[in-house]
């Protein structure tokens, strides 16, 4: 979830995916290049692809793939989990 939106599990993971495999990293400095986004993807989730239409679409990008980092993320979508949080 982020903000008002919300998507599977799934769908963020693969995200994830897509996102890590994708990076544009400048030999020079060593660091991610703003330029690549998940828009671009053919593979790009079908939830998600409605992101691509708000202008602060690669922000939640970057969160969901933030959250997909995190183990807790697992848990919590377990539906017998009572302890998150």
Do not use: T, W
């Amino acid at each position: 979830q982020d903000g008002d939106l919300k998507f599977p599990l799934e769908s963020v993971k693969k995200l994830k995916e897509l996102m890590d495999g994708n990076r544009h990293i400048s030999p020079r400095m060593m660091v991610p290049m703003p330029s690549y986004s998940p828009c671009q993807e053919k593979h790009l989730p079908e939830e998600l692809q409605p992101v691509c239409k708000r202008e602060d679409a690669s922000m939640i990008f970057r969160r969901l793939s933030l959250a997909a980092e995190d183990d807790l993320c697992e848990i919590c979508a377990n539906a017998a989990c009572a302890g998150c949080f």
